[in-house]
């Protein structure tokens, strides 16, 4: 194919033009003028696929050009304007070649000249058609690219969302567990312990209050995601009707392409919307998690200290008898009372010697060992 230089004019030059419009690379005017503007897309395109810059567009460039189109359409009519565009160029040097060198009639050079123009003009509407229809293309798959990602997020959301429900459960089992425990600790440990104990647990639940609000703050960042992932749907669907209208003869490309351009930024705005959203869910899942790590440090060491003795620490009821207890071995021995079936004592003055010997052996044997 010809090598195009700025200042080159013609139709190759305007169907480069398009491409680069397309491809997002050249925002100007399709006028067939290689200008500043054109160059400078040409040289950022060549940079972008490591070919250049280079002077002019060569057949690498066009190779590259084509490469980069065929992910957005591979629309058959493509093919057949590149075909048209090759066969007006034709068709004018052929009736510029006619006019330079051969003596033919006025009237005849008069009558080709205007079947070229003719052509011209039929490759000139079938190029604005094709760069419409693959900017309306390119536009679409944008738009269902956004819709795919913006659905990604939701079963990230979803995932993020279960993650919170089950540690809040833990953290409900680890209130729960410590409230057994300081219930076991008031019946085996001293009031003061119990009380710190009580005092660890009212801290604890203190530091989760706010998580069912977070909670349910979350649930509803997940349903917000839900909607968004329709919203994003809803455009699909919308600017996929709106391509197919691309089909209908004498159609206004231009407000196709507008409309899809509308639904473009309505699943983009989703997708953004649905990330913000997201974030939030993380920032909720992390702070859970981490009241999580600090309640159960705060509540670990409650119930592991060993049971207190049932029998009281403290002077011994028997105290004022250990005189009796130190001459026990120089006084007689006597078996106790019989006792009536389930009739306990009532008192010390239903006990015997030996009963009494018995207990303070105890109550000494348990102040030795404190």
Do not use: C
């Amino acid at each position: 194919m010809e090598i195009l230089v700025k200042g080159s004019k013609g139709y190759l030059v305007k169907l480069l033009q398009s491409y680069l419009q397309v491809l997002r690379y050249y925002s100007g005017k399709i006028d067939s003028d290689y200008g500043d503007m054109t160059q400078d897309a040409v040289d950022k395109f060549q940079t972008d696929v490591g070919i250049g810059p280079k002077e002019g567009v060569d057949d690498d460039t066009w190779n590259k050009l084509e490469q980069r189109l065929e992910p957005i359409t591979k629309n058959l009519e493509l093919q057949k304007f590149v075909q048209q565009i090759g066969d007006a160029q034709g068709a004018i040097e052929t009736a510029k070649n006619k006019v330079e060198t051969a003596q033919i009639a006025a009237e005849n050079a008069k009558k080709e000249a205007e079947s070229a123009k003719t052509a011209i003009d039929k490759a000139k509407n079938e190029a604005e058609l094709a760069s419409g229809k693959l900017v309306i293309s390119a536009s679409v798959v944008k738009v269902r690219e956004s819709a795919r990602r913006t659905g990604l997020i939701y079963d990230a959301a979803i995932a993020l969302y279960k993650s919170i429900q089950n540690t809040q459960t833990e953290i409900n089992e680890i209130i729960k567990t410590a409230k057994e425990n300081v219930a076991k600790i008031r019946l085996t440990s001293p009031k003061s312990e119990a009380d710190n104990a009580d005092k660890v647990v009212a801290n604890a639940e203190k530091q989760v209050k706010e998580i069912p609000e977070k909670v349910k703050n979350a649930e509803s960042l997940k349903s917000k995601v839900e909607n968004k992932v329709k919203e994003a749907s809803e455009a699909t669907e919308k600017a996929e009707a709106e391509e197919t209208k691309v089909a209908i003869p004498f159609q206004n490309l231009t407000e196709v392409q507008n409309a899809v351009a509308v639904q473009e930024k309505a699943a983009k705005d989703a997708e953004t919307a649905a990330k913000e959203a997201l974030k939030d869910i993380q920032s909720a899942q992390q702070t859970i998690s981490e009241l999580k790590a600090k309640v159960e440090e705060d509540v670990q060491n409650l119930g592991n200290n060993e049971a207190a003795s049932p029998i009281p620490a403290g002077p011994s009821n028997f105290s004022p008898l250990w005189d009796l207890f130190n001459q026990k071995d120089n006084l007689p021995l006597t078996s106790p009372p019989a006792e009536a079936p389930n009739q306990p004592p009532d008192g010390l003055g239903d006990i015997n010697l030996s009963t009494l010997i018995h207990l303070f052996e105890l109550d000494k044997s348990k102040q030795t060992n404190k």
